[in-house]
């Protein structure tokens, strides 16, 4: 069965540093990679994912991953954060071979005005 | 598009007593998730449904605990009898059975028990 770790529980950022969330898989086969935000008090939303060819993907407000799939890693990046981002984030995995999506324990970063 | 529709939002209920939690997937989308999520546990994989079938049930923590899909639009999750540890949020999501798309959430339901 697959599994998700997310390295960081807890990420304190003040506005404008550079964000590095670490997530790595555990599944031999095809994988289809997800990055989940849940903002304070929401529901989960899709920020990117991964399905196959270029292994830098671009999502909404910013946000990249990069698939290196050597490493079994999909970690999510953002150059400048802000705010906003206060959040907490989530990286997925679905196995193509199976039918159900595995989620990381979540990291939660909090970014400082 | 509506998007994945639960109900209630919120559930407060005594020891004991029974809980039903209600999703009503996206149109069109045959594949159904039931997650539990809570601080010491973070997002658990319950159960899901392929086609109103149960596909995997290993996440169901209890006999207590228990899922049907009688048809394509709607799901339930119930609990009895229903205990203090079982208070959580719960989240349904739903996505196609296709092989690259996403899942898509509920608002989710915040359960305590008392």
């Known amino acids: 069965a697959q599994s998700v770790s997310q390295h960081n529980h807890h990420v304190i950022l003040s506005e404008a540093a550079s964000l590095e969330l670490g997530c790595n898989y555990s599944?031999?086969?095809?994988?289809?990679l997800f990055w989940y935000v849940q903002y304070p008090g929401q529901h989960l939303q899709l920020l990117l994912k991964y399905f196959s060819g270029d292994p830098l993907v671009k999502g909404i407000k910013g946000f990249e991953a990069e698939f290196i799939k050597s490493k079994f890693s999909f970690n999510l990046r953002k150059p400048s954060v802000q705010w906003s981002d206060t959040a907490e984030y989530f990286c997925?995995?679905?196995?193509?071979?199976?039918?159900?999506?595995?989620f990381g324990k979540g990291t939660k970063l909090s970014v400082k005005p | 598009d509506a998007g994945v529709i639960q109900s209630p939002r919120h559930e407060v209920t005594e020891m004991g007593q029974e809980v039903t939690l209600r999703c009503k997937p996206i149109?069109?989308?045959?594949?159904l998730f039931w997650y539990r999520q809570t601080m010491m546990r973070g997002l658990e994989l319950l159960i899901y449904?392929?086609?109103?079938?149960?596909?995997?049930d290993s996440g169901m923590p209890e006999d207590r605990f228990s899922a049907k899909m009688p048809n394509a639009s709607f799901s339930t999750l119930k609990i009895q009898p229903s205990e203090p540890r079982d208070s959580a949020v719960y989240f349904c999501a739903s996505s196609r059975q296709v092989a690259n798309t996403e899942a898509f959430f509920g608002q989710g339901t915040r359960l305590t028990v008392v």
């Open positions: 599944y031999g086969g095809t994988v289809n």
């Open positions: 149109s069109g989308h045959n594949s």
């Open positions: 449904f392929n086609n109103n079938v149960p596909i995997d």
């Open positions: 997925a995995v679905n196995a193509r071979s199976q039918g159900n999506l595995i």
